[in-house]
T-cell receptor, first 114, second 113 residues
């Protein structure tokens, strides 16, 4: 079975500071990994995904994530936080040899301090 | 840009009533999913659907739940007799092909009283 652990249900950073949201996964097969963002009262929007190849993945809005197999991690970063980044962020792993259902972490609420 | 749509955006119902949540996936997508998110909790997989049949369902997806693709464009989730604990945000997602990205709709917030 696959699982995702997101450390820190709430993260606060100052505007302009580095954003780091942590995600660790467990998977018996090579994983496909995703970060989704959920703005208040909206659905889930894909930020970025890792499938194969380059382990540093760039996404929308200046976010990027690095797949580290040895650490079973897929942490999300952004060099400089913007007020508009305030949202809930979900890490997910895909069951690529099954029906590709997504298993989500519990989410991290990001607050930006002006 | 094509997107997944869901109706209604909000639904309030009495316990024991039937509800149907509707989704219109992206038109050339072949794989369809329902997920739910109970308030304050993580998003959970309910069911996947491909080639007009359920391909996988979770433990949550019991006999009270059913899915259907009645006309080639809509994808519905029916809850036959709602319970209080069915109150949640329900998300539909669709995917074009294997190993592709799932695109989510905006969700239907269901409140069971």
């Amino acid at each position: 079975a696959q699982s995702v652990t997101q450390l820190g249900s709430h993260v606060s950073v100052s505007e302009g500071a580095l954003v780091l949201l942590r995600c660790n996964y467990s998977s018996s097969v090579p994983p496909y990994l995703f970060w989704y963002v959920q703005y208040p009262n909206q659905g889930l929007q894909l930020l970025l995904k890792y499938t194969t190849g380059a382990t540093l993945v760039k996404g929308i809005n200046g976010f990027e994530a690095e797949f580290k197999k040895s650490e079973t991690s897929f942490h999300l970063t952004k060099p400089s936080a913007h007020m508009s980044d305030a949202a809930e962020y979900f890490c997910a792993v895909s069951d690529v040899f099954g029906n590709e259902k997504l298993t989500f972490g519990t989410g991290t609420r990001l607050t930006i301090i002006p | 840009e094509p997107e997944v749509t869901q109706t209604p955006s909000h639904q309030v119902t009495q316990m024991g009533q039937e509800v149907i949540l509707r989704c219109v996936p992206i038109s050339n997508h072949l794989y369809f999913y329902w997920y739910r998110q109970i308030l304050g909790q993580k998003v959970e997989f309910l069911v996947s659907f491909y080639n007009n049949e359920i391909s996988e369902k979770s433990e949550i997806f019991d006999d009270q739940f059913s899915v259907e693709r009645p006309d080639g464009s809509n994808f519905t989730l029916k809850i036959r007799s709602t319970k209080l604990e069915d109150s949640a945000m329900y998300f539909c997602a669709s995917m074009k092909g294997v190993r592709e990205t799932q695109y989510f709709g905006p969700g239907t917030r269901l409140l069971v009283l």
